[in-house]
């Protein structure tokens, strides 16, 4: 099992930035990946980024490419979500989740999932 707490959500004006964090404990050794997910009420849970524990290769939802940036400390067993340039449409609970086997990081059937941390772009 692996468990997962997300920190660095919060209220931020359009064109601002936040960084989200997310911190892994338990069975961390057999995690393939890590990845973002987020979800506004009344919608579904949408992916946003992920990344590979060994090799960090890394994957984004077109709406954020060129925006965020997906990044792990392998020692500290962290993944991060640096986010530039946010959008009202970014308001959403951000939830990090980890894959065990290997697959595709955009699809949802992850493993475990954090609590989520709230971000709300105002403009």
């Known amino acids: 099992q692996v468990q997962l707490v997300e920190s660095g959500g919060g209220l931020v004006q359009a064109g601002g930035s936040l960084r989200l964090s997310c911190a892994a404990s338990?069975?961390?050794?057999?995690?393939?990946?890590t990845a973002w997910f987020r979800q506004v009420p009344g919608k579904e849970r949408d992916f946003v980024a992920g990344?590979?524990?060994?090799?960090?290769?890394?994957y984004y939802a077109d709406s954020v490419k060129g925006r965020f940036t997906v990044t792990r400390d392998t020692a500290n067993k962290t993944v991060a979500l640096q986010m530039n340039s946010l959008k009202p449409e970014d308001t959403a609970v951000y939830y990090c989740?980890?894959?065990?086997?290997?697959?595709?990081?955009?699809?949802?059937?992850?493993?475990?999932w954090g609590q989520g941390t709230q971000v709300i772009v105002s403009s």
């Open positions: 990344i590979t524990w060994n090799l960090g290769w890394t």
């Open positions: 338990g069975r961390t050794a057999s995690m393939y990946g």
């Open positions: 989740a980890v894959r065990v086997d290997r697959g595709h990081l955009s699809r949802p059937d992850y493993d475990a």
